[in-house]
């Protein structure tokens, strides 16, 4: 059957739970295939991800991925909205084609490349690349809504928590945060500073540039941003602050990675050149780079409360085996040591 809403993409009205099921389904869609391999994908903190290619074929490219969703992450993760962004992303040229969807997940292409690592994503032949792909997605991908989504998408998570945070698994958070009404006040304060700022340019954001979700191809010399499960209308200087709190790493999180403000403004700078060119907009100014710079640092406080708001749900939900408690615990923590430094910069 075909799926209306995304256009001319085929549903199967059926669950895919385990490599064989998968292997089946891609064998009906790839029928010239004669044996089927898979690979394993475990990068990912939220869903299984399962690839499959034809023993024959060398381009890496053909190999076609299974995404099944993780466990209760329908509460925190809109999947209707997250197919609709990856297809719209195919059709500006930023993600893979989505081939077939099923109940708990879908299909879809293959982008060849390494993930990013804490070193490589500061090299200096692959940074540049990061900050101008990063710029044509804010710039190209067109967005449905015009609201962004950061405080409205916080406090859906948190009306979902209850209001004790420091008992059973989240007995870490003690000392950081007592309850979910000390996290609403932070959230709602860093909102007043928001829409006080009338200049804060909103667009397409990512809202989740960590390092596993960006692809280097080194023989092609390009990034690929992937996973859209987040993908939505947002301040563009979330993202950014988002990528740059990301250096930090998610396995072993260390802060000290995070850049320093030579590094950022270097990267800022070739991120609003890339920008201005796509709009046909003057040079870039001194000026334009230090309040993007300012805006970016703020946003990186976001993205701390976001992820920690995030990691103190699967806490409670997730069935994956991620110390999400201890995770919310430095990303709570990172935001409570960073904030009088960068609460005031917008």
């Known amino acids: 059957g075909i799926n209306a809403e995304y256009g001319e993409i085929l549903h199967k009205d059926l669950s895919v739970n385990d490599i064989e099921s998968g292997k089946k389904l891609v064998a009906s869609l790839r029928p010239t295939w004669s044996s089927i391999k898979v690979k394993v994908f475990d990068a990912g903190i939220t869903n299984k991800l399962f690839g499959y290619i034809d023993e024959e074929c060398s381009d890496k490219n053909e190999m076609i991925l299974l995404r ?44 060849d490349g390494s993930t990013l690592t804490a070193d490589s994503v500061r090299d200096p032949e692959i940074s540049p690349l990061i900050a101008r792909t990063i710029a044509r997605m804010h710039c190209k991908v067109p967005v449905t809504s015009k609201q962004p989504v950061f405080y409205s998408t916080l406090r859906s998570w948190l009306e979902q928590l209850d209001d004790d945070l420091n008992t059973g698994k989240l007995e870490v958070l003690k000392g950081i945060v007592k309850d979910k009404s000390s996290l609403v006040a932070e959230l709602d304060a860093l909102n007043d500073k928001i829409t006080n700022k009338k200049s804060l340019q909103v667009g397409f954001c990512h809202n989740d540039l960590l390092l596993e979700n960006i692809i280097h191809n ?23 602050g988002n990528h740059f709190a990301e250096y930090a790493g998610v396995d072993t999180v260390d802060f000290s990675r995070y850049p320093d403000m030579e590094y950022q403004r270097q990267w800022l700078r070739i991120y609003l050149e890339e920008a201005n060119l796509l709009k046909n907009q003057g040079p870039v100014t001194e000026e334009d780079v230090e309040n993007l710079c300012k805006e970016a640092n703020f946003f990186s406080l976001c993205a701390h409360i976001w992820w920690g708001i ?35 910069l917008i």
């Open 310 to 344: 995030w990691a103190i749900f699967q806490t409670i939900n997730s069935d994956v085996d991620f110390d999400f408690a201890n995770y919310a615990r430095l990303k709570l923590g990172e935001y409570f040591k960073r904030k009088e430094e960068f609460f005031d």
């Open 68 to 111: 099944i969703y993780g466990n209760n992450t329908s509460f925190i993760i809109d999947r209707k909205r997250e197919l609709e962004t990856h297809v719209k992303l195919n059709k500006t040229g930023f993600a893979s084609p989505v081939y077939c969807t099923v109940n708990n997940g879908y299909l879809y292409g293959f982008i």
């Open 218 to 240: 080194s023989s092609k010399q390009s990034i690929a941003l992937i996973d859209y499960e987040y993908g939505n209308t947002n301040y563009l200087a979330f993202d950014i």
